[in-house]
């Protein structure tokens, strides 16, 4: 394209607009570029913006304009907040609470459509008490221990830090399980069982192989084919169903176990849209949310539909912690075919920035093995570096680069460097 005027990217915060595979690039960076040459206009669109984009313009490096009022004028949805540890309690273990079932039979009654997201976004198999469901975290990175069935021990994703499999909950005395065991399948059963006369859609990775399943399927739920369609962060996505005045959030919190620092910005930013698919037509909507932590901030001001509460309490849990925006933080990602070899490498490179940091605000974290530790026959590993200016990780990672090509050893492993930037 030539003389180009206005750029937009829509749903400016997924994380999909960065590309993982080569050409790596950011949409976000790119997009900017061809603004800056054409002199046009880059207009970010988000109903959740990131924490990055929304901290530039709070700074006074964008421009914020906001919308105030739903399209059509419509009320937002009603929410009620379901505390699960009160369900188990009661003596219902079933992955759908009693308010759930209620508010479902109504719907059905009143001839209205509904959708159960399960939320399995970013979904590793952590360590999870079977009576209270807490799930044991990093103390010095604050993110979810991941279990590790073969090896019977439980590992930080972010720092390296371990620990032999804990067989008692700190918090109750319980023993510890390894993960959330329920699936879209499992979940369409219990409705079926529960409402054998409503018409059931399952929509998630199984149901949407074959070409064209997506459509066919969202089609026919818009037909008014279907009364509920089950199924993972796809149906949430901008889809507009006026005759849906009801959502339901399975397993709402699931995310805020994801082994990454932007958990509770996503998991806000999810369940937001989940809401915001209800009542879109003449009917208000509801919503209901189950959760297994209803005090958390990133469930309570999604309910309430509030970003601006939200963005200040994430901002003190970054700023606290040392994440992004409140810092820099450079992620040196390596694969390769030999584990040893390269968990060798990459302790070189964590070796050679502790000696070459200089600047005591330079964090280095790690190496550890990524989230998903093997892929296509290669291992993955990642050392985190943090510091307060961008310039300094620049610095580090252009030392580190002439010190990887002037040393044989690295020529087996292959590296990526990943800002996360302040946009």
Do not use: W
């Amino acid at each position: 394209l030539e003389n180009i005027g206005l750029v937009i990217i829509d749903e400016e915060q997924e994380h999909t607009y960065r590309s993982e595979s080569a050409p790596r690039y950011a949409a976000h960076e790119v997009a900017r570029q061809r603004a800056a040459e054409n002199g046009s206009l880059l207009l970010l669109a988000s109903a959740t913006p990131s924490t990055e984009s929304f901290y530039a313009a709070q700074n006074g490096r964008t421009q914020l304009v906001r919308l105030t009022q739903r399209y059509g004028g419509n009320p937002l949805p009603k929410v009620q907040i379901v505390d699960m540890r009160a369900e188990l309690a009661s003596g219902n273990p079933r992955e759908i609470s009693l308010a759930m079932e209620d508010a479902i039979r109504r719907n059905l009654d009143a001839g209205k459509q509904t959708i159960l997201l399960l939320n399995r976004r970013g979904y590793q198999t952590m360590a999870q008490c079977e009576d209270c469901r807490e799930v044991l975290k990093c103390q010095k990175c604050s993110v979810p221990m991941v279990y590790h069935k073969s090896a019977h021990k439980l590992l930080c994703h972010y720092c390296g830090y371990e620990t032999p499999q804990v067989h008692a909950c700190p918090s109750c005395g319980s023993p510890y399980i390894g993960g959330f065991r329920a699936g879209t399948q499992q979940i369409e059963q219990n409705v079926k069982k529960l409402f054998p006369k409503a018409r059931v859609l399952r929509m998630d990775g199984d149901t949407t192989k074959t070409k064209n399943s997506y459509e066919e399927i969202l089609s026919s739920f818009a037909a008014g084919e279907a009364d509920i369609l089950i199924g993972t962060q796809m149906i949430v996505k901008g889809h507009d169903f006026p005759n849906v005045t009801l959502v339901g959030a399975l397993a709402a919190d699931l995310s805020l176990n994801a082994v990454d620092y932007r958990a509770g910005e996503r998991t806000f930013q999810l369940l937001t849209q989940a809401v915001g698919r209800a009542g879109r037509g003449e009917k208000p909507g509801m919503a209901v949310i189950q959760t297994y932590h209803p005090e958390h901030y990133s469930i309570q001001t999604a309910a309430e539909q509030d970003y601006g509460t939200f963005y200040e309490k994430e901002m003190d849990y970054r700023r606290l912690m040392g994440y992004p925006p409140a810092a820099e933080l450079l992620a040196i990602h390596g694969a390769g075919e030999d584990e040893a070899h390269l968990t060798q490498a990459m302790e070189y490179i964590r070796r050679y920035l502790i000696r070459i940091r200089g600047n005591r605000e330079v964090q280095i974290i790690g190496p550890a093995s990524e989230a998903v530790s093997k892929i296509n026959d290669l291992y993955r590993m990642a050392v985190y570096v943090r510091a307060p200016q961008e310039e300094v990780l620049a610095g580090l990672r252009e030392k580190l680069e002439r010190y990887i090509e002037i040393n044989k050893g690295f020529r087996t492993v292959y590296l990526q460097f990943d800002f996360s930037r302040k946009y």
